[in-house]
Structures are given as C-alpha cells and as structure tokens.
C-alpha cells in the first residue's frame, strides 16, 4: 500500500524568507501523481502544485516549486519569498495513475513571523 | 471562479441520528470523493463516485455510510445511525476527469454528541 509521510509536524519561517516543506512517499508503482495542498484556518483544501511522475521537470507555480527525487521518493515544497498568507496547514498527497482516490500525509503547519 | 459548495458548514446531531452532507460539484465534473478529516489528524479518503456508483471505498465507509447523486447535481453523503467517532470534517470533492486535479469543498463540520 502506499504511504505519505511528512516527518515535519511544524515548521516556521520569516516574512520574505524562504522555507522548504518535506514530503517522502512509498509506492512501487511508476506512474502517478503527487500534490501538495494548503489548508489555511478556513480549513478548506487548496491545490498549491502537483507533478506527474513521467515528467522530470520539477513543477513551478509563482512563488511555489517543488523537487521531485523520484528515486529516492522525495516531493518537497519550497516556498520563496513568504508572505504572512502562506501560513497553513499543507498536505502532501499521493495518487496512483490508476485510481481515484488522493492518500495524505500528515500535515506540516507552516507559521509565517513577520 | 467555479467552486464544490457543501451544506451545512456545520451540523450538530445526537449520537445514533442520521445525517445528510450535501455537496454540489463543478458542474462539468465527473469524478466525485468524499474525505474526511477528524480534529487534528491527517485527511482519509472516503469514497469515490464515478458514472453513478461508487469506484472505491475505504474501510472507513461501512454500512452505516452511502452516497448518492439524486439529481445530476447534488452529490450526498449519508450516515444513517451517528457515532461519536464521526465527529470530523467531511470534504466533498470532485474533479473533471482522473488525471486532473481534484476540487475541494470548503467541508461541513460534524458534531455528533
């Protein structure tokens, strides 16, 4: 079965600083999908980025990008440049290219010092 | 911007009582989910709806859940006798088809007590 793990249960990062989120996963398929989702105080889920494990490139969304280590099953979240807003909760999630549903890790909370 | 409504954002009902969680997804969507979230844990998967039945189900979803797409544009969620350990919040998602991104619903919180 596949598993997310966030080994980060908090993290904390100055206004205008840069901080990296981290995220492994197992899973012995090839094909599938990772994610990383922000749930502020609101607590609605919001798609900050995913990847395509077919695609090497690392994806990239404004101040948001991530390094996929395939390999060595690594999805990390860096964000650039944090603003007060970006404090949240942020998942990391997995999806096989075969089925539906998304399998979360535990959730890093993120608090942004001005 | 298209968004997944859910109704209510919080719901209180008494230990054994069923309960309704609506959800109305994007209306282009096919795939519809429901998660659920208890206080302080990490998000599981419920339930995924495809072509009017469910795809997959988790051990979670027992007998004592279903859902259902009444009318081509809500999508439910029932519990029919509530537990105490039911109390969590229930998301609703959906999204166009597997390989695109799921949308969340802002959740309704479950209070069972």
């Known amino acids: 079965a596949q598993t997310v793990t966030q080994s980060q249960p908090e993290m904390s990062v100055q206004e205008a600083e840069t901080v990296t989120l981290s995220c492994t996963y197992d899973?012995?398929?090839?094909?599938?999908?990772l994610f990383w989702y922000k749930q502020p105080p609101s607590r609605q889920m919001i798609l900050v980025i995913r990847?395509?494990?077919?695609?090497?490139q690392n994806a990239t969304e404004n101040r948001f990008s991530v390094n996929f280590q395939k390999a060595a099953k690594s999805f990390s979240l860096k964000i650039s440049d944090s603003q007060l807003g970006d404090a949240a909760m942020y998942f990391c999630?997995?999806?096989?290219?075969?089925?539906?549903?998304?399998?979360f890790g535990t959730g890093t909370r993120l608090q942004v010092f001005p | 911007e298209p968004e997944v409504t859910q109704t209510p954002s919080h719901q209180v009902t008494q230990m054994g009582q069923e309960v309704i969680l609506r959800c109305v997804p994007i209306?282009?969507?096919?795939?519809f989910y429901w998660y659920r979230q208890i206080l302080g844990q990490k998000v599981e998967f419920l339930v995924s709806?495809?072509?009017?039945?469910?795809?997959?189900k988790s051990e979670i979803f027992d007998d004592q859940f279903s859902v259902e797409r009444p009318d081509g544009s809500n999508f439910t969620l029932k519990i029919r006798s509530t537990k105490l350990e039911d109390s969590a919040m229930y998301f609703c998602?959906?999204?166009?088809?597997?390989?695109?991104?799921?949308?969340f619903g802002q959740g309704t919180r479950l209070t069972v007590v």
């Open positions: 899973t012995s398929e090839s094909d599938y999908y």
């Open positions: 209306s282009n969507h096919l795939y």
């Open positions: 999630a997995y999806r096989s290219a075969t089925a539906d549903k998304l399998i």
């Open positions: 709806f495809y072509n009017n039945e469910i795809s997959e």
């Open positions: 990847q395509e494990a077919y695609k090497q």
């Open positions: 998602a959906s999204n166009e088809d597997r390989n695109t991104e799921a949308f």
